[in-house]
């Protein structure tokens, strides 16, 4: 329809300038932020708060800006776990089900106390990324050896983990003192310290350091070029002699391991103990977050640490106006539709013809 | 085990089977076009959500059925718009209807969460539901169950026996040849689009009104990425979606029939089975039998004239 009885045609450009990226990425998230602010005032909120709670007591504010970094520590991995994966187009759906191994790895290092003191907390992050990587290595085997889908894979595996959890925490590691179902509080050592900044713990270095590991991997390497060339055609990529089933192995085990360490930090660095909600969302939030960085590592720091501050804005929204907390996927959703429909526009060139061109 | 555990479980076993029958068949018209949807999880919770504000404020579950349809269809002329008229990125853009649906759900719905709503009542067709076993598992099912029946027929005997039907498998299959012998390519899949979105509705509205009269946040559960495997599984065929249907029912209505007679068996462990099988049926056929891929050609795909061979 678009294509001919209207007399638009539609040819796809070649190659698209930066500028038109930029536009099209501007416009997206112009649309996004604008259909949001109407979502928002329609529930209730006042429009010259939104401004408010979403920059100025977020990003301006010492406080807020040491809760919005918080909440960015894991987000940053989930979404280097998320650009890890993606850059290759293996859809890793099942992030979550990666924190939660990784979560529970983390735990059950210190609930079992695996290992001295001294170097338990380097055990846990250790069997968080093990965990994470091992949970998303059978989707991997099954997609490269048997071709399953590994969307549903993966996805279903975060469900089925997740009963595990569950299994866990109503069974033999509920902290017998407590009436929910959580486990045991983790004893100091077991603990990543804070650095004395709102409740900003040593996750930060620990993300951070990940983020430019993953940088000089995926931009300074040669594992980095393979990546790439696999991610824009794995077909090509063979054909030229590259190691495509190896890289893309290396990069899907990357992804779970890093995902896995979010659900470790989470454990170590936040909860200090395992509960039944600290993987909700980060799926969703590392696609969005991998997504908006356009894969590359530098950039999910930046984007991390804004959607952070979405999430402390959610917080307030749910406390001061009574909003759910799916406001946030809700505005993530949101933006990122907003993103891929905006992309048409640098990716097609737009003829208007006064006659349908036969066909 | 005793002859009524039996009876119990294959009596349960349709009303676990519809919301899974009806998403996948919707999802396979959707992907005969050779659209992927991804958004059922978030189609069937809009209409799951929509469906329960309608019966707790009217009173009428045959109302909240047609509104939670009409309102996950209305989700999907989004994601009919963004796939197949801007192109966008199938997988990405089906998880951003996931996100919306839970987003806009978790938001709407609060006020109906937790409320019981009316339903429908089992049917009572007199010597019929009489019968010794037929009468209890064929014909005491609500009236949602024999409408669902229709449905697989209906569509069936619409994608693979009518001209539309033709013209719809030709679009998912080969687009260039289709757009040449003059079927809008774009027009079908998008009302293919929205069949998915009406379907799933329904299949939400199931889940909210006939079998729970309730509705929790979150209470799809997987059962939309369930029908997604499901799909694949029938491959992209609607009968074998039926029988893959009543195999997928027959182990999740299992779970409180085996906690009904107190079987010990961990309970979050046994919620897992439906995940579970789900994921074994997707592997084991794929590990054991080397088979054609029967997915429709042009799966995923986005139709440019320009690409015209």
């Not at chain 2, 937790?114 to 099912?141: D, T």
Request: charged letters at 10%.
């Amino acid at each position: 329809m678009l294509d001919m009885s209207t007399g638009i045609t539609l040819v796809r450009r070649q190659s698209i300038s930066g500028r038109l990226r930029a536009l099209s990425f501007v416009g997206g998230l112009g649309t996004g932020f604008f259909i949001t602010f109407l979502v928002l005032v329609s529930s209730g909120v006042e429009p010259a708060s939104i401004l408010n709670e979403f920059v100025v007591q977020v990003f301006f504010d010492l406080h807020g800006l040491a809760q919005a970094t918080t909440t960015a520590i894991p987000l940053i991995l989930a979404g280097l776990g998320a650009a890890a994966a993606m850059k290759l187009r293996f859809w890793n759906i099942g992030i979550e089900g990666q924190v939660w191994a990784g979560a529970i790895a983390a735990t059950g290092v210190a609930f079992y106390d695996i290992g001295p003191e001294s170097i338990r907390l380097y055990v846990m992050l250790l069997a968080a990324i093990l965990a994470g990587a091992a949970w998303i290595a059978i989707p991997v085997f099954f997609k490269l050896r048997y071709g399953v889908n590994e969307i549903i894979m993966t996805l279903l595996m975060a469900y089925v983990i997740f009963q595990l959890v569950q299994h866990l925490l109503f069974g033999p590691w509920q902290d017998p003192s407590a009436s929910f179902p959580v486990s045991p509080h983790f004893d100091d050592a077991e603990r990543l310290s804070r650095i004395g900044w709102g409740a900003v713990h040593n996750g930060l270095w620990v993300a951070l350091g990940f983020g430019a590991l993953m940088w000089v991997l995926l931009e300074r390497s040669k594992f980095g070029y393979c990546a790439t060339a696999v991610g824009h055609n794995p077909l090509a990529a063979k054909g030229t002699g590259l190691p495509v089933i190896t890289t893309i192995v290396i990069s899907v085990l990357l992804s779970g391991g890093l995902a896995g360490l979010a659900g470790g930090v989470i454990t170590s660095g936040a909860e200090y103990r395992l509960t039944q909600f600290l993987a909700h969302g980060y799926t969703f939030s590392g696609i969005v977050i991998a997504f908006l960085a356009r894969f590359r590592p530098a950039l999910v720091v930046v984007v991390a640490f804004l959607v952070g501050g979405v999430y402390v804005a959610g917080d307030t929204l749910k406390v001061f106006y009574g909003l759910s907390e799916a406001i946030v996927i809700l505005i993530e959703g949101i933006i990122l539709l907003s993103l891929l429909v905006w992309e048409f526009f640098s990716r097609y060139h737009i003829e208007f013809v006064k006659q349908r061109v036969p066909a | 085990m005793s002859s009524a555990f039996f009876l119990n479980w294959f009596a349960t076993i349709p009303d676990y089977a519809a919301p899974l029958l009806l998403a996948a068949l919707g999802l396979i018209i959707c992907e005969r076009s050779g659209v992927i949807n991804l958004g059922a999880e978030g189609l069937m919770a809009v209409g799951a959500m929509s469906a329960v504000i309608v019966s707790f404020n009217t009173s009428s579950p045959a109302l909240a059925m047609a509104v939670g349809t009409i309102s996950a269809t209305a989700l999907a002329v989004i994601f009919g718009i963004a796939v197949v008229y801007f192109k966008t990125n199938q997988v990405l853009s089906g998880l951003a209807i996931v996100a919306l649906g839970a987003g806009i759900t978790g938001v709407a719905g609060r006020a109906v969460a937790h409320q019981p709503v009316p339903g429908f009542e089992r049917l009572n067709m007199g010597f019929l539901s009489e019968i010794p076993w037929i009468g209890k598992i064929v014909f005491s099912q609500n009236i949602m169950i024999y409408v669902c029946i229709v449905i697989v027929i209906v569509t069936w005997w619409a994608i693979e026996t009518t001209r539309y039907g033709l013209k719809l498998r030709a679009v998912g299959e080969d687009p260039a040849t289709a757009d040449t012998a003059g079927v809008d390519v774009l027009f079908y899949r998008f009302i293919a689009v929205l069949c998915s979105g009406a379907f799933c509705g329904l299949a939400g509205a199931y889940l909210s009104i006939a079998s729970s009269q309730v509705w929790v946040e979150g209470m799809i559960a997987g059962r939309g990425w369930i029908a997604i495997a499901l799909v694949i599984f029938a491959r992209w065929r609607p009968l074998r979606a039926l029988a893959g249907a009543i195999l997928f029912a027959g182990a999740d209505s299992l779970i409180p029939r085996l906690q009904a007679i107190g079987a010990d068996i961990p309970v979050y462990l046994m919620l897992a089975l439906p995940y579970v099988l789900t994921l074994a049926v997707l592997i084991i056929p794929a590990v054991l039998f080397k088979r054609a891929d029967v997915s429709p050609s042009a799966l995923g795909l986005d139709y440019l004239r320009q690409d015209r061979h």
